[in-house]
């Protein structure tokens, strides 16, 4: 409970007892039968003067209300102030941490390509080295008969020559 409420609270039941005893007074002013004017005086004199003390009381009450009530405004303004400064300082820095995530994406998407062009690169110059290393060296081999070829040539080579006879 804010002390707004039980300063009310507590002029609340104060003024519930004076507006009970006022009425009361008032009561028992018209149960009296009167016969002068300084009677009805003696009798409205207290009842005046609790209804201005009633009066007085309730107006303090109303001013502390109303000073606690600033107060309190005061302190609610300054505490949503903090918050709106805390949210839109949290705000900045989240926009700054995703601007820098953003970036690290971007320079990661790039190395990422980087690297896969360069894995490739260096693949094919591996798998090149290693087939020429590792590949065996031809061999060539001449098991020619001459005597087969000379063999498989001398009809062409009868072909090719001039006949004398024509």
Known sequence: MTKSETVRQLAA?????????????????RQAKLTSAEELATLLEPL?????????ETRASLEQIGQHSKEQREQFRAQVETAITSW???????????????????RMEVSHYLLALLTG?????????????????PTVQNTLDAKAVAE????????LKPRKGK
């Open 13 to 29: 039941a104060s003024n519930a007892a004076r507006v009970e005893a006022l009425n009361q007074q008032i009561e028992s002013l």
């Open 48 to 56: 005046a003067q609790a209804m201005a003390a009633l009066t007085d």
């Open 88 to 106: 839109r300082n949290a705000t900045v820095a989240a926009e700054k941490a995703a601007e820098r995530l953003d970036q690290a994406g971007q």
């Open 121 to 137: 690169i260096v693949t094919g110059l591996l798998v090149s080295v290693f087939w020429l290393w590792l590949a065996p060296a």
């Open 152 to 159: 498989l040539l001398r009809p062409e080579i009868a072909a």
